[in-house]
Nanobody
Framework: QMQLVESGGGSVQAGGSLRLSCEAS????????MAWFRQDSAKEREGVAV????????YHDPSVQDRFKISRDDDKNTLYLQMDSLKPEDTAMYYC?????????????????????WGQGTQVTVSS
């Protein structure tokens, strides 16, 4: 079974940066569509960014576009989320997710937060 472990969360001042990592227990290259989601206690889980199985296509939610960047290193079976210019509203539990889907299905699943595998999350807290 695919297992995902996030790391890199923490507390940072507004305007600061963090890089989240998600290490997968299985080979990710050419197999898994991967994404980052986040959830504040008072809100539903929302999509942050997604990267296609082949890594050639990405999508970032407008709320983080130009500030966050999703990437993957399939040689290390690791997904990353570089977060710059962090804002207090970015405070949330961030979850890594993966799904063995093809391109079209990958992005459809992202919109529905319907990924097959999820990590336990890593907390990001941004203070002003």
């Amino acid at each position: 079974q695919m297992q995902l472990v996030e790391s890199g969360g923490g507390s940072v001042q507004a305007g600061g940066s963090l890089r989240l990592s998600c290490e997968a227990s299985e080979s990710t290259g050419g197999v898994y569509c991967m994404a980052w989601f986040r959830q504040d206690s008072a809100k539903e889980r929302e999509g942050v960014a997604v990267i296609s199985t082949g890594g050639g296509t990405t999508y970032h939610d407008p709320s983080v576009q130009d500030r966050f960047k999703i990437s993957r290193d399939d040689d290390k079976n690791t997904l990353y989320l570089q977060m710059d210019s962090l804002k207090p509203e970015d405070t949330a539990m961030y979850y890594c997710a993966a799904d063995p889907s093809l391109f079209t299905t990958c992005f459809e699943r992202f919109r529905k937060a319907a990924f097959g595998y999820w990590g336990q999350g890593t907390q990001v807290t941004v203070s002003s």
